[in-house]
């Protein structure tokens, strides 16, 4: 037999609950982090450490339960950060109506660990020349490296923007074929750079439209010369043997030496060939 709540004892519930609802509603502080800061992680301070204490600045003064809503993050996982921030002197912990709250520590606690960083990071400046000498003395005469696929040969041909001047034996157009919008772009760099190009083009592309700024020279191999789908490059200290075929493979070698005889070799061959 179901028992009936009588009139007056269900008004008195509703009551209870509208108050308990609206007292809810009334202590729930709503916490929008319009701001990231996400450059503090130079600092040492971890991703979850930077979106609670965002949380606290935003918020001036915030529960556990509001920072959950507002990060996403896990209440545990809060609580821990929280422990990190008091200990870093950036969080500080106060009791309002017996709940636990948090707020943002002194700004002087953030403005020394910024200039215990700058100073730190000043000190580490002062050895880079030392550094430098070392990398120097100690630098192998001769290194390889192999580039792969599509982002090695844009590695490979950003590195050649600086160069001043740069040599190709057997070219063909591949990056403007093969890479047609990184080209465009890559080409007004070269032009901006004032970044010389003296081609030594394979025979068959002779006719195909071509860079015709002042910084780019163009000669052409005469047909026995260009049956190789290899590509010599020759810039700063570094030769570079480019394979175009199905997987894009670049041999770098950086040598002064070596670099020299082959800009030698080019310059040979660039009397004997046409435009």
């Known amino acids: 037999m179901t028992e009936t709540i009588p009139r007056s004892k269900h008004k008195s519930i509703i009551t209870i609950c509208g108050i308990l609802i609206y007292h809810n ?3 729930t502080r709503h916490i929008s982090l319009p701001m990231q800061l996400d450059a503090l992680e130079a600092v040492g301070l971890s991703k979850g450490e930077i979106t609670v204490y965002t949380a606290l600045l935003h918020a001036g003064q ?7 809503r507002a990060s996403g993050l896990e209440r545990r996982a809060i609580y821990d950060i929280l422990a990190k921030l008091r200990a870093k002197g950036l969080a500080t912990s106060t009791k309002v109506n017996r709940r636990q709250e948090y707020c943002v520590g002194p700004p002087a606690h953030m403005t020394a660990l910024l200039e215990a960083k700058a100073a730190a990071i000043a000190n580490a400046t002062t050895l880079l020349p030392s550094i430098l000498q070392l990398h120097a003395e100690t630098k192998p005469s001769v290194s390889i490296e192999v580039l792969h696929g599509k982002e ?3 590695a490979l041909f950003d590195d ?4 001043g001047t740069c ?10 074929d093969l890479m047609p919008e990184y080209w465009q ?3 007004r760099k070269r032009f901006k750079k004032k970044t010389w190009w003296h081609n030594l083009a394979r025979h068959e592309t002779r006719g195909r ?12 191999l005469p047909e026995p ?7 010599v490059f020759i810039y700063n200290d570094k030769t570079v043997n480019v394979l175009w075929s199905n997987d894009w493979h670049a041999f770098v070698i950086t040598s002064k030496e070596i670099a020299d005889n082959h800009r030698a070799y080019h310059a040979h061959l660039w009397k004997q060939c046409k435009a």
């Open 62 to 68: 915030a529960s556990l339960e509001e920072l959950h």
């Open 185 to 187: 772009q890559y080409d």
């Open 160 to 163: 050649m923007l600086d160069a």
């Open 167 to 176: 040599y190709f034996i057997g070219g063909g157009f591949y990056v403007m």
């Open 152 to 154: 090695g040969m844009k």
């Open 209 to 220: 439209p071509a860079p015709s700024d002042h910084y780019f020279k163009l000669r052409y």
């Open 25 to 27: 509603i009334k202590n």
């Open 225 to 231: 010369l260009s049956k190789n789908p290899s590509v």
